[in-house]
């Protein structure tokens, strides 16, 4: 199949998803009560007028992210999932109330989707992981112990509070900040001297510090699955050739949140003078780099906000617009759909962003 | 011909970043070069390996790495240099105009710096001896000796110097060149606007003998610098108060901030002071009243509004000239903005009473003027009631001092930590108070410009001392 025929295809399956799950979630027997609420004070209707994405993009307005913060989390629930227990996972919070998004399944599903793209040359079945980060309210934290088990395997944790971190470094306790990451990296130097492990999750910031004080390679590491902060060219290509010294431990970046789910990498190094671009898991999500002001996608290898639309059983979320911006890169044979790369803060290139040591 | 662009130096080994900076014309906003840029990782990284530097630098005697600096001085002031990549270079000339260019400083000035430069490298062993008090340099080689009849022995502080330079002013990069004579290799983060200097010094080096891993050239970000200051054992840096203040107390750090200059006058000249309006003048504004050894402040028992009105006079009138003009005084900024920012600074202070600028009456325009291009400040005298004015005791990016009357009894407490005091009087016993006062780092005694130091005579802070320690040692017959 040629790219443009796999770009068509992929479309269409997003479109037939698309209409799934409108009905889903906007009819009174599966929708949850928020969008069955919302639907009412609109005056037009999802369920007969949502035919592809195209309409999601042009009838649905932003998702508020107050609405995740202010609302109780049982609005969220669809009909069919009352009654069951859900994750409540956060996102935010180093001021005031986190979002919080609901699940259930979702985090394994994509989770179980994502291990599919790992080379298990690099991240050995039946062996070790551990993952130095975020943990506490994050999705993230059962996410990556699921990874570790559906490679069949088990993985060890390392805590590190970004919210601490952030409000360190905003105060300009700049030599807190670092005897914290010292503080997680010690606890993740000991898992290593003490255990075997070949699989590591971590931010850019912990890999570097690790690899600072540890040889990685001669430790066990055999592959290092990446995300959290900003990865600019120089710093994919520093992390890639020095780090990880030039291939010999395999560096996975991911672009990711609660909200979305993870995103995959394009191939990239030297020939693509390391530009990260990420692939969303279409059609369950949806990244579009767009200029807020039209709603339109601008062009291909050009900067826009990056737009995420989530589109689960367990969770309908169109048109967040996520505090990134990203060039807008074409679709790739293994993703055939549009990218986002090298993602940064929005705004990043006019004011400072505390990203932190994390 | 293409932009020149100025990569990283790792350990010597040129190193691209995907992340460049613009060095700019101060005029036109054209661009001189692109300047790779690396994460801190990089610096990092590379210091894992100093050791490796500092074994390349101790293959040499002191001595020959004395006659590589001279070779290096006479190679930086008329040699034909690498410049960045794809072979380019660059010939002393360039150099020249290239920084006028960039920073601001007209050609006369850059050609100071340029000789001050060459007469620091030139005359290492000069300075070395001035810094060590006479030891023998192989005795820095062994790392033991004796002197004047005791056994010495020393020991490096560190593997590494780390430098947090500035943009300001080209001559500032004499204070480590001594380091490379010490064996102690250089990780330097250069002035955002001015790679020119710190560049073509180290490629002088290298192209006199130098071994090129002793040279880190890193361009980098605030967490690049903090990593430089925090991980070498020894750094110094270069800033504003704001900056400086954070390593204040730090023993490692060697912190140059602004120097507070100043030229006081005893009870027993005063009456002579027109004799010494000259050396008032060329204190506040040689090198364009950019260094931290020019006057910022006037301090005398008397007559302090009549020596305002009169320098007022003699500086009021200076205005922009070409670049290439001989007689050229003033520097035009590199950063339009930061001109803008003295400009209001000074101007709101002038709001609160007691305080006249006597330079106003004798310019012709404003302050702060479009000229020759670019955007300069012209030189501003205040007259300041007390040294309890904001504007009394304060250093500004241009040619800048207060005059202010302080009883002769009160002045060595009034002034403050003070980089140069030069005090014409010839009192002894305000001598004796001078010679005694802890807050003057270099002291002139009598009418000699505060913009003239003594290359033997370290006047903020000793590289020497800083660089290596003496111990006691005990060695078996």
Redesign the interface.
Known sequence: MSIDEKVKHAADELDAHVVEMIKWHFSPDTGSPFWLDWAKEQNWDPLNEIKNFEDICQKFPNFEDEWLRDLPNEVWVPQPYKGKPFNIFETGGTTGMPKQRIGWDDFRIDYTAFSETLKDEHFPRDDYWMMVGPTGPRRLRLSIEHLANERGCSCYFVDLDPRWVKRLIASKQFDQARAYMDHAVDQALTILKHRKVSALFTTPKLLEALAERKDLIKAGIKGVFCGGTTMDKQYARFLVEEVCEGGKIGFVPTYGNTLMGLARHHPFGAENDYSIAYYAPQPRAVLRVINPDTNNTVDYDSWGRVELTTLTKEFFMPRFLERDEALRRKPWSEAPWDGVAEVRPFGAMEKNIVEGVY | MNTPHIPCLRLGKEYR???ESEVKDYRNGAVKATMS???A??I??DL?KIDQAREALQKFTTRELIDISAKAGELFLNGTLPLGEGGRSQSGQDYLETLSATSGLPHVMVKRNMDKIHYALTHVELILNGLTRGIDPSILDRGFGEQAGSPVCFYPTTNALGLVMPSNSPAVNSLWLPSIALKIPIIMKPGRDEPWTPFRLIQSFIAAGCPREAFGFYPTDHEGA?DILRLCNRALIFGDKSTTDLYAGNPGVQVHGPGFSKVLIGEDEIENWPDFIDVMASSISDNGGRSCVNASAIIVPKYAKEIADALGKRLGSLKPLPVDDPNAVLSGFANPKMGEWIDGAIDADLCQKGAIDTTAIYRTGPRLLQAEGGTYLCPTIVYCESMDHPLSNREFLCPYASVVEVPQPDMLNAIGPTLVVSAITKDETFKRQLLSASNIERLNLGPISTMKISWDQPHEGNMFEFLYKRRSIGMAA
């Open positions: 970043s995907f992340n840029q690396v994460n990782g990089v990092r990284r894992l903090a």
